[in-house]
C-alpha cells in the first residue's frame, strides 16, 4: 500500500491544537523513488497540530556535485536556504519552515574551520552541524551515513575539527547508538562549553543482536543516558524512536500505529529523559520523514501530548517550543 493511504487509516482528534510547537529535526530530500520537499513537509506540519517553526537537520540532501569534498555539503545548505526563504515569503502559511539549519561538515578533515566558514556565508539561518557516529561491529546493523569509523568521537582529528565550532559559538548535534552513549560522556566533559545535541534517545538499537533484549538494554540505557545527563552543556531531542532500527515493527504492519500504541512502548524513554535532562533541557521531535515508516505526524506529536499530559504549562511550552528556539536561535 502507498505511504500515504497507509498513513490515512489512523486519524485521530488533535489534543491541545494550539499549543506552539517548533519542531527541532525533520529532512527535506528528493531520491527517485522517495521525495520530502516543502510541499510534503508542509502537509504533516499542517495536519492538526500548531507548527510554528521547525529546524532542518542535515542528510546529505543536495551536496555540491563538484569542487573541493569538503566544500561540497554546503550545497545542502544552500538548498535548504532556498525552502527557508519560500516559507519566510508567507505565501505557504504562517509556518516558518526551515528556520534553522544544521548542516554536515566532517570534522576529521583538515579544512573543517573552512567549511564551517563556508556554510555560515550560505546561509545566516545555520546554526551547527551533526557529524553522526553511529558504528556497530553487527553487519545487520547499519552505520550511520556519514560512514565512521569506530570510536570517532574519540579520534584526535575529529576533535581537532570539533573544537572549531565553539570558537564560532556553532552547536554540535551527536548521532550515535546506545552503545556508544559513554563516548559522548567523555567528548562533552572534554569540551564543557560546547552545546551538543543528543539525537534520538542516543538509539538505543532493536534489531540484529539487540533484538529481544529490550529489558536488559533499557536498564543499560537509563544508567548511560543518566550519565550524560550530568553534563550540563548537552540538550536532548525526545524523538527518532519508532525507526525500524529500534525494533518495535510498527512499519511492518498492515495498519499504521496509533498514539496510544506509540505511548505504550516509548513512555518510559521519555519520562526518564525529562527527569534526567528537566524539560528546559528536552525538546520533542519528529525526525521526519523518517519517522513517517512507523506513524503520521499528527498520530506522533499526540503521543507526545499524551506523555507530557502530566507536565505544568510552563514545562509543555519547553518541551515543544521553547528549549528547541534557544538552543537553535531560532529567529521568527
Request: aromatic share 10%; glycine share 8%.
Amino acid at each position: 500500500m502507498e505511504r500515504d493511504a497507509w498513513l490515512a487509516q489512523v486519524q485521530e482528534e488533535i489534543l491541545e491544537p494550539d499549543l506552539p510547537i517548533c519542531d527541532p529535526h525533520h529532512h527535506l530530500w528528493d531520491h527517485p523513488t522517495n521525495r520530502y520537499l516543502l510541499h510534503e513537509l508542509l502537509a504533516d506540519t499542517g495536519s492538526g497540530h500548531n507548527v510554528v517553526s521547525t529546524v532542518f537537520m542535515e542528510c546529505m540532501a543536495m551536496y555540491r556535485a563538484d569542487g573541493p569534498e569538503a566544500l561540497r555539503p554546503v550545497g545542502e545548505t544552500e538548498f535548504v536556504n532556498g525552502v527557508a526563504a519560500m516559507s519566510a515569503s508567507g505565501q505557504y502559511g504562517d509556518g516558518r519552515m526551515c528556520a534553522s539549519i544544521v548542516g554536515f561538515v566532517d570534522l576529521t578533515l583538515p579544512e573543517a574551520g573552512a567549511a564551517l566558514d563556508a556554510h555560515m556565508a550560505a546561509s545566516p539561518r545555520f546554526r551547527g552541524i551533526r557529524h553522526a557516529s553511529g558504528w556497530d561491529p553487527s553487519e545487520e546493523v547499519r552505520n550511520s551515513h556519514t560512514n565512521p569509523a569506530e570510536g570517532l568521537l574519540a579520534d584526535g582529528a575529529f576533535r581537532t575539527g570539533f573544537a572549531e565550532l565553539g570558537k564560532r559559538g556553532l552547536t554540535f548535534d551527536a548521532w550515535m547508538y546506545h552503545t556508544q552513549l559513554r563516548e559522548l560522556t567523555a567528548l562533552a566533559r572534554a569540551f564543557p562549553d560546547q552545546p551538543i545535541v543528543l539525537d534520538h534517545f542516543g538509539g538505543p538499537l532493536g534489531i540484529g543482536p539487540y533484538a529481544g533484549r529490550r529489558e536488559e538494554i533499557f536498564a543499560a540505557w537509563k544508567d548511560d543516558v543518566a550519565e550524560v545527563a550530568r553534563c550540563e552543556n548537552v540538550v536532548a531531542k525526545l524523538g527518532g524512536l519508532v525507526m525500524p532500527i529500534n525494533g518495535f515493527g510498527f512499519h511492518k504492519r498492515e495498519t499504521p500505529a496509533t498514539s496510544d500504541e506509540v505511548v505504550a512502548v516509548t513512555r518510559d524513554y521519555y519520562l526518564h529523559m525529562i527527569d534526567c535532562f528537566g524539560p528546559e533541557r528536552c525538546m520533542f521531535e519528529s525526525n521526519f520523514p523518517v519517522d513517517r515508516q512507523s506513524c503520521s505526524y499528527h498520530v506522533l506529536y499526540n503521543s507526545f501530548k499524551k506523555i507530557a499530559a502530566g507536565c505544568s504549562a510552563a514545562e509543555k511550552a519547553a518541551l515543544f517550543h521553547d528549549t528547541a528556539v534557544r538552543v537553535y536561535r531560532v529567529a521568527v
